[in-house]
């Protein structure tokens, strides 16, 4: 137990400080692309590339862990992220951007299947929701006070950039220094987004809703306040009014997602995103700037809530030993919601004007609101799997021992003595996820 939660605050530092440098990336970015004369259109397709090379990583992050381990494989990506962070302050033109954003994005992906499998591996299905919550909270806190920093400087200097770059390399610290023993490697590397539909639909189209969704108001919002009539400083700080309201409603609602049909919050956070959505046409129409930050903060506790519930209730249904993949699945979809998104987005900003961007917002979030209550309607409550009982820190060699074993086993047909232990529930007649070929190179990962 104790090593578990040293793991847990091991993790939680080292995104709480890749999550901060990655907040004041996503002030900074826009705006600095904004100054140097690129269209909205431009800098939607940058944020695209974002989830493409965010798709890819999650396509290649299973098989990276699988082959060096969470450690290795965190520690070297992030050393690329902020590498890459420096190359930026040589970007003027929408190409260069746009392949700096997607390599950002592939490191990114494959941190948080490390960060996000990682946590979900160690929490039990009783407490997961609240775990999540606990992590979440903290890379939000991060998230919600790094864009501030705009204000501090000037975005046609590069110092926020090497300020970024620095705070992605502090990440490694925890990381490396740790003294806890990893998880053994996930056995199943491939996404099988089909399969984890027909066990957890809500969860896979509640992921790519989010994407959908929070992918173009995220990567556009300082873009709108600007095209509303805010100030940079004032724009920058939507940011931290959507992640504010997001951190104040995390916890309570992993809390009440543990006591509860997880898909029932699902749909309320969607629903509720929906009329926030046109709470947000209201007053940014008023002018009121006080009413448009609290309205972007009820955005931000509604939408950007959803994906860890949608976390929390897929891990409920998959085997133990299918987590890394279930996470990288949900990452996945979440990737290519992100990657649709911004153009959408930024499109509807073009064809309508600054409300073009919360019209859509409104259009998605009511889709996902009916796609999940037809499906409460339609199959009752999923029996919960049970959680991750920890793995005794014994050594790498008997986790290999036992991964193979466990491997052989299934080439059988038979379920190995150590999963049937670890997961009494496997008998029951709940969806499972089909197997997995541990063959598969490619592999798609997200955030929130």
């Known amino acids: 137990m104790n090593s578990s939660l040293a793991l847990i605050w091991t993790i939680t ?252 919050i699902i749909a309320g956070l969607a629903g509720g995103t929906t009329l926030v959505s046109l709470l947000i046409l209201l007053t940014s129409a008023s002018g009121a700037q006080n009413l448009i930050l609290l309205s972007f903060a009820l955005w931000g506790g509604l939408a950007l809530c959803i994906y860890s519930v949608c976390v929390a209730h897929a891990c409920d249904i998959v085997d133990p030993g299918q987590i890394i993949s279930t996470v990288g699945t949900l990452l996945f979809s979440w990737a290519v919601g992100v990657t649709v998104g911004p153009l959408l987005g930024a499109w509807a900003m073009d064809m309508m004007g600054p409300k073009g961007l919360f019209i859509y917002s409104t259009v998605v979030s009511f889709i996902l609101t009916i796609f999940v209550v037809i499906r409460i309607r339609q199959m009752p409550r999923p029996a919960a799997k049970g959680g991750f009982v920890e793995v005794s820190p014994t050594g790498a060699a008997e986790a290999a021992i036992s991964a193979r074993a466990e491997k052989n086993a299934a080439d059988e047909g038979v379920k190995a003595p150590s999963e049937m232990t670890r997961n009494p529930a496997n008998c029951d007649s709940t969806p499972q996820l089909a197997p997995i070929s541990a063959s598969a190179t490619a592999k798609s990962d997200t955030s929130s």
Request: glycine residues 8%; hydrophobic residues 55%; aromatic residues 8%.
């Open 13 to 264: 530092a080292a995104t709480t400080l890749l999550q901060a440098a990655n907040g004041l990336l996503q002030a900074l970015m826009p705006l600095r692309m904004q100054a140097e004369g690129l269209s909205i259109a431009s800098i939607g397709i940058v944020a695209a590339t974002y989830g493409l090379g965010f798709s890819t990583g999650c396509f290649l992050a299973p098989a990276f862990i699988r082959h060096v381990g969470y450690i290795r494989a965190f520690a070297s990506l992030a050393a690329v992220a902020a590498v890459v962070v420096l190359a930026m302050t040589q970007a003027h033109t929408t190409l260069a951007w746009a392949l700096l954003r997607g390599v950002i994005g592939m490191t990114f992906a494959c941190i948080f299947t490390v960060t996000d499998g990682w946590i979900s591996a160690r929490a039990m299905s009783s407490h997961r929701g609240r775990i999540l919550s606990f992590y979440m909270i903290c890379t939000k806190l991060a998230l919600m006070v790094s864009p501030l920093g705009i204000a501090l400087g000037s975005i046609d200097a590069d110092g926020f950039f090497m300020a970024v770059s620095a705070v992605m390399s502090l990440s490694l610290l925890p990381i490396a220094a740790t003294t806890t023993e990893e998880p053994p490697p996930p056995r199943s590397v491939s996404i099988r987004v089909r399969s984890l539909f027909k066990a957890a639909p809500s969860a896979v189209v509640g992921a790519f809703a989010v994407g959908l969704i929070n992918g173009p108001v995220i990567a556009i919002t300082p873009v709108f306040g600007v095209s509303i009539g805010l100030s940079q400083d004032k724009a920058a700080a939507l940011l931290f009014a959507l992640q504010a309201g997001s951190l104040s409603m995390q916890y309570p609602l992993g809390w009440l997602s543990d006591r509860a049909d997880r898909r029932y």
